[in-house]
């Protein structure tokens, strides 16, 4: 895959999904803002990836925070220059069947896997149109195309990111700027790992390939949408999940 010095933001960098796409996009030589709500986390991965090479440094921002992202964002092009891409990745869950749902819950989860992509997006996408270059992939979920029950928050977030994406592209595919999404199903993360041993064999078994992905998996599908190559590609929706949701 081809980069030409890019610098790329990739939140929620700091485990899992994030940290394997930061690590997969420095190894093909861009350059890495790290950022997630942990210093430690992502302060780990900077570490690591310049460690091995590359080159990132780490924010630690509240994603959900929309003058925090407002701010540090300008920091950020100020001391670096142009952001190139942008991975929306931050996500958390709260789960539990509507009924037992609190408001807090909802709106927390809202704010930190949708809104969050509001404000990158609107803090760093409307330099790439001026740029007239850019990638931004929206990382959604199975969930946000099946549902899931016990996940209404975290399903109608992953959705509202999806909708996002489609017409975020339509407004800056002019500028020559790249807007898709990648919809991992059960990847094997610290947050399936929590899942009880029956669930995920129950899961399993729903799958047809019948075995959770990897998150560098979700990692090389994402690079690719970061590309030179994927130029002609914008507003679409790639599922990553062994084929459920066929």
Same mark, same amino acid.
């Given at each position: 895959?081809?980069? *030409? &010095?890019?610098?790329?933001?990739?939140?929620?960098?700091?485990?899992?999904?994030?940290?394997?796409?930061?690590?997969?996009?420095?190894?093909?030589?861009?350059?890495?803002?790290?950022?997630?709500? *942990?210093?430690?986390?992502?302060?780990?991965?900077?570490?690591?990836?310049?460690?091995?090479?590359?080159?990132?440094?780490?924010? /630690?921002?509240?994603?959900?925070?929309?003058? /925090?992202?407002?701010?540090?964002? /300008?920091?950020?092009?100020?001391?670096?220059?142009?952001? &190139?891409? %942008?991975?929306?990745? +931050?996500?958390?869950?709260? &789960?539990?069947? %509507? =009924?037992?749902?609190?408001?807090?819950?909802?709106?927390?989860?809202?704010?930190?896997?949708?809104?969050?992509?509001?404000?990158?997006?609107?803090?760093?996408?409307?330099? !790439?149109?001026?740029?007239?270059?850019?990638?931004?992939?929206?990382?959604?979920?199975?969930?946000?195309?099946?549902? *899931?029950?016990?996940?209404?928050?975290?399903?109608? +977030?992953?959705?509202? %990111?999806?909708?996002?994406?489609?017409?975020?592209?339509?407004?800056?595919?002019?500028?020559?700027?790249?807007?898709?999404?990648?919809?991992?199903?059960?990847?094997?993360?610290? !947050?399936?790992?929590? %899942?009880?041993?029956?669930?995920?064999?129950?899961?399993?078994?729903?799958?047809?390939?019948?075995?959770?992905?990897?998150?560098?998996?979700? =990692?090389?599908?994402?690079?690719?949408?970061?590309?030179?190559? /994927?130029?002609?590609?914008?507003?679409?929706?790639?599922?990553?999940?062994?084929?459920?949701? !066929?």
């Amino acid at each position: 895959m081809t980069f *030409n &010095d890019r610098t790329a933001l990739v939140t929620g960098a700091g485990r899992g999904i994030g940290k394997a796409i930061a690590e997969d996009l420095a190894r093909q030589g861009v350059k890495l803002i790290c950022v997630s709500k *942990n210093p430690a986390s992502c302060g780990a991965v900077a570490e690591a990836i310049t460690a091995a090479g590359g080159t990132a440094v780490a924010r /630690a921002v509240d994603v959900s925070d929309a003058k /925090a992202v407002e701010t540090v964002a /300008a920091e950020l092009i100020q001391e670096f220059g142009p952001i &190139d891409i %942008l991975i929306n990745n +931050a996500g958390i869950t709260r &789960d539990g069947l %509507l =009924a037992r749902m609190s408001e807090a819950d909802w709106n927390a989860v809202i704010q930190t896997n949708l809104s969050s992509a509001f404000f990158w997006t609107k803090a760093v996408g409307w330099p !790439m149109c001026r740029n007239r270059w850019g990638r931004i992939v929206n990382i959604s979920s199975v969930s946000g195309i099946m549902g *899931n029950a016990g996940q209404a928050n975290y399903s109608a +977030a992953k959705a509202g %990111l999806i909708g996002f994406s489609k017409t975020t592209a339509k407004e800056f595919a002019r500028r020559n700027v790249t807007v898709n999404v990648v919809a991992p199903g059960f990847i094997q993360t610290d !947050m399936t790992a929590d %899942l009880p041993e029956e669930v995920q064999k129950g899961v399993t078994d729903f799958i047809p390939m019948r075995r959770f992905g990897q998150p560098a998996d979700i =990692a090389h599908a994402t690079s690719f949408l970061c590309s030179e190559e /994927a130029s002609y590609i914008t507003g679409q929706v790639f599922t990553v999940d062994g084929g459920m949701a !066929m």
